[in-house]
């Protein structure tokens, strides 16, 4: 476990904590079910199919494919490290991990079906009805197919980047350029949005406040985590920037009104880059 120590206990972020511990067998149901495709209502995709856990928890495309063959509306959040999120989605819908679960299986675009549909095909799996019976005492049914996919969702933490170990105390962790990249990333301001243990994701905020960032809408946006950012390109709800590199420019000037020089653009790069954390062993994009 990683504790931040007394020259870094008053910094904007915290180090990422272990998972939560979380009855085993809900988990392995939970994980079972992330990858099965019945969770859709023409057994065409998983949660799986759009957010990769090989790769960045979410996958390369600036909009994933709907159920009816057209771009979803907006870019896909990584689930790593989205249960220490206040809100869930883009816009901050949903309070709880297991309110945006349920949105995600009824949407008509993202897997067109609902918990009850899918307990009645899981419950002709004498297989899937065993595991059931095994985690929650009885077989599937709405709340608790739900139940065992945020219960997986729960694990799907991060810790161990190279920034939470300098958090920790190490001072070797960051490079030159990386820690004069988080200096600046407090100086400039971009702290003031992204902070807190997921770097983000504990805030609303206007987007294009100086000059325009993206697309227009939603004008209001939950601030995402930078927890492995590095990994998640593209970026932005559109999915418009391309890079890291990119990305940092039009934030700053879209939300700092400042015109980053190439030095501090590296310097921020650099720093964002050591956010990246471990899942499984392995470094987040790096597939065991």
């Known amino acids: 476990m990683l504790d931040a120590n007394s020259t870094t206990a008053k910094e904007p972020i915290t180090p990422i904590p272990e998972p939560a511990t979380i009855d085993p067998l809900k988990v392995k149901l939970g994980e079972r079910l992330f ?3 019945r969770l859709s209502h023409d057994n065409s995709r998983s949660c799986a199919s759009c957010h990769d856990l090989r790769t960045n928890g979410a996958s390369r495309n600036s909009h994933d494919v709907a159920l009816d063959g057209s771009g979803l509306p907006l870019n896909t959040l990584t ?4 249960s220490l999120s206040f809100r869930f989605g883009w816009e901050g819908k949903f309070r709880t991990l297991e309110s945006d679960i349920k949105a995600s299986l009824e949407s008509p675009w993202i897997m067109g079906t609902n918990p009850s549909e899918i307990a009645e095909r899981l419950n002709a799996d004498a297989g899937v ?7 929650f005492g009885r077989g599937p049914d709405a709340l608790n197919v739900v139940d065992a996919i945020a219960s997986f969702e729960r694990t799907l933490v991060t810790p161990g980047s190279r920034f939470d170990h300098w958090l920790a105390g190490d001072p070797a ?3 030159a350029d990386e820690l004069n990249g988080y200096r600046l990333f407090k100086s400039l301001g971009c702290a003031s949005c992204h902070q807190g243990v997921n770097i983000g994701g504990n805030l609303f905020e206007r987007h294009g406040i100086f000059h325009p960032l993206a697309s227009p809408q939603p004008e209001i946006l ?4 930078l927890r492995n950012v590095a990994t998640t390109p593209p970026y932005f709800h559109d999915g418009s920037a391309p890079t890291l590199d990119d990305a940092v420019r039009k934030m700053g000037l879209a939300q700092l009104n400042s015109t980053l020089t ?3 653009v590296n310097e921020i790069v650099a720093y964002l880059q050591s956010l990246t954390g471990y899942y499984r062993g392995v470094p987040v994009g ?3």
Request: no cysteine; glycine share 4%; aromatic share 8%.
């Open 35 to 37: 990858g099965d495709p």
């Open 262 to 264: 190439n030095q501090q």
């Open 286 to 288: 790096a597939s065991p």
């Open 173 to 175: 962790a960051l490079s």
């Open 129 to 135: 009805r065993q595991e059931f019976a095994a985690a």
């Open 79 to 82: 689930v790593f490290n989205a």
């Open 222 to 225: 939950r601030v995402p985590s």
